[in-house]
C-alpha cells in the first residue's frame, strides 16, 4: 500500500474512530491512546480493507478487543494487587516506602526462582492474555499453559509463605 493512500485512509477514518472511542472512554489521553493502537494494530491488514464497505466495523472491532484486553489486565493487577495486601501482615498504619521496597523485593526474587516456562505462562497471564493466546505463544497445549500457572502460583505461595499470616 502506498504511504499517501494509507494517511488518506487514517485521516478519513480517524473522526469515525474518535467517536467510538468516546463510547469507550471520556478521558482524551486513553480515548487517543485507544485510536492510535486500533490504527497500529490494523497496518499489517489494511490495505486489504482500505475500498472495503465493513473498513469501520473492522476497524471497530479492533479498538473493542484492545479495551477489553486492557480491561482484563487492569482488573487483574487490581486482583493481584488486593490479594497481596491482603496476605501481607504489616499494618498499614502509616506509608513506609521502604517497606514496601522489601515487599517488591521479595516478589521479584521468587518469581525470578520460578522456571522459565512457568515464568513467562504466569506474567503473561497477569498481564491479561487468555490461556489460548499464551498457549500459541508458547506452541504448547492449552492445559500445559493451566498446569504452568497453576505449579507458578504454587512455587509463589511457598516462596512468600512469611507474608500469610
Do not use: C
Not at 491512546?33 to 486489504?48: G, H, M
Not at 486492557?70 to 498499614?92: A, D, G, M, P
Request: neutral net charge; without cysteine; charged residues 25%.
Amino acid at each position: 500500500m502506498r504511504t499517501a493512500q494509507l494517511n488518506l485512509t487514517i485521516l478519513e477514518n480517524s473522526p469515525i474512530l474518535n467517536s467510538i472511542a468516546q463510547k469507550f472512554t471520556s478521558d482524551p489521553y486513553e480515548k487517543e491512546e485507544l485510536v492510535q493502537e486500533t490504527f497500529i494494530r490494523s497496518l499489517n491488514y489494511l490495505e486489504k480493507f482500505v475500498h472495503n464497505p465493513k473498513l469501520v466495523a473492522w476497524l471497530y472491532t479492533i479498538m473493542k478487543n484492545i479495551y477489553i484486553n486492557k480491561y482484563r489486565r487492569q482488573v487483574k493487577y487490581r486482583t493481584i494487587e488486593s490479594e497481596l495486601q491482603h496476605t501481607t501482615h504489616f499494618e498499614n498504619t502509616s506509608y513506609n516506602g521502604g517497606e514496601s521496597k522489601f515487599v517488591m523485593e521479595d516478589i521479584q526474587e521468587a518469581l525470578s526462582k520460578l522456571p522459565a516456562s512457568n515464568y513467562i505462562a504466569f506474567t503473561m497471564f497477569v498481564e491479561g492474555y487468555k490461556y489460548n493466546e499464551i498457549a500459541e505463544h508458547l506452541q504448547v497445549p492449552e492445559g500445559t499453559v493451566k498446569t504452568r500457572i497453576h505449579m507458578a502460583r504454587k512455587l509463589l505461595k511457598e516462596s512468600l509463605s512469611g507474608y500469610v499470616s
